[in-house]
């Protein structure tokens, strides 16, 4: 069970260096987090969009 917990924080850091790296270097924008959130908003409350409200961020 211990190794399990090592292989999780192991992978937790990768991936946290991973996407601060992709920051820093402008592969992740404002912008691109607006269009995830934005999608992630319309696949978790679709039914919501079947009913035409607009889960669109800021406008």
């Known amino acids: 069970m211990a190794r399990w917990r090592w292989r999780a ?4 850091v990768y991936v946290v260096i991973g996407i601060y790296v992709a920051w820093v270097y ?3 924008t404002p ?4 269009d995830v959130a934005e999608a ?8 919501l969009v079947l009913l035409g409200i607009d ?5």
């Open 9 to 12: 924080l192991i992978l937790l």
């Open 26 to 28: 402008d592969y992740i």
């Open 31 to 34: 912008g691109l987090l607006k």
């Open 40 to 47: 992630l908003l319309a696949v978790f409350l679709w039914f």
């Open 55 to 59: 889960l669109h961020i800021g406008g």
